[in-house]
């Protein structure tokens, strides 16, 4: 389920097969090392120069609970792009887009993107799939694209995809994000331990999850998502607007303003 790539990786028909058979796939040295430092250097610039943002209260920012002492940390910016260049020009690269475009068999468009640092001690996330049974406004084509900026490991909670369970909604009531555990069958865990340089792409039905990070440093990545164009153009905006919607909906751990977007 992996596949060893130069500068302009393709996918080669066992690679499309195994994507369509399990739901990821993982592509090896998609971007060089010096690509990779740009990116670290532009995630350290955010948190120093763009600590303006960084609240609770604002809806582009989440937090995530350490697992043991249960302290907010800051965990990532969503949307990213429109304050990174950086990111943005990671989103829309050809290597990427060609990945993804060559899964659909069509063009494809920018959904949403996040750039996740989660710091040590943060915890990790429950058993979910990204599509949201019951939420119209989600494209079926929906995939992302996983860009790590550090090593992604098990020590630092790296994400655990489970194969083969993309074709449906392993939970059909709308009320329900986060799944049991018993949704998935163990022997099927997958860890995307991914070196800075790889890629993974999971369809966006494909069940996952991430443990803490026991590490003591980040393990930051940059997760991209697309929709093919015949599946309702782009949608970015529209999806951003009906997604702080619904945030306005939930609590927000250490939140004393009312919300906002910047």
Request: glycine share 6%; charged share 20%.
């Amino acid at each position: 389920m992996s596949t060893s790539t130069a500068r302009c990786p393709t996918l080669s028909s066992s690679d499309h097969r195994g994507y369509l058979q399990n739901g990821f796939l993982v592509v090896k040295q998609v971007f060089a090392l010096d690509e990779i430092r740009d990116l670290q250097a532009e995630c350290d610039r955010l948190l120093i120069e763009r600590s303006d943002l960084i609240n609770p209260s604002n809806l582009r920012c989440r937090y995530m609970p350490h697992f043991q002492t249960g302290e907010p940390l800051f965990e990532l910016f969503d949307p990213v792009s429109d304050i990174s260049p950086l990111c943005g020009q990671f989103a829309a690269n050809p290597r990427i887009v060609g990945l993804v475009e060559s899964i659909y068999g069509d063009a494809c468009c920018l959904f949403k993107e996040k750039l996740i640092f989660k710091p040590p001690g943060a915890l990790g996330y429950n058993l979910h799939q990204d599509i949201p049974y019951g939420w119209r406004g989600f494209p079926p084509s929906f995939l992302t694209v996983m860009i790590p900026i550090d090593p992604s490991t098990e020590e630092n909670g790296c994400t655990e995809v489970f194969a083969g369970y993309h074709q449906d909604f392993l939970s059909k009531d709308a009320s329900v994000y986060m799944l049991p555990e018993d949704s998935v069958d163990i022997r099927r865990r997958h860890f995307l331990s991914l070196e800075p340089g790889d890629i993974a792409l999971f369809h966006g039905l494909t069940p996952h999850r991430s443990a803490p990070n026991r590490s003591d440093q980040m393990r930051r990545v940059l997760f991209t998502s697309y929709n093919a164009l015949s599946d309702g153009g782009n949608q970015r905006s529209a999806h951003y607007a009906e997604f702080h919607e619904r945030l306005r909906l939930r609590p927000r751990p250490g939140q004393t303003d009312a919300l906002y977007f910047c």
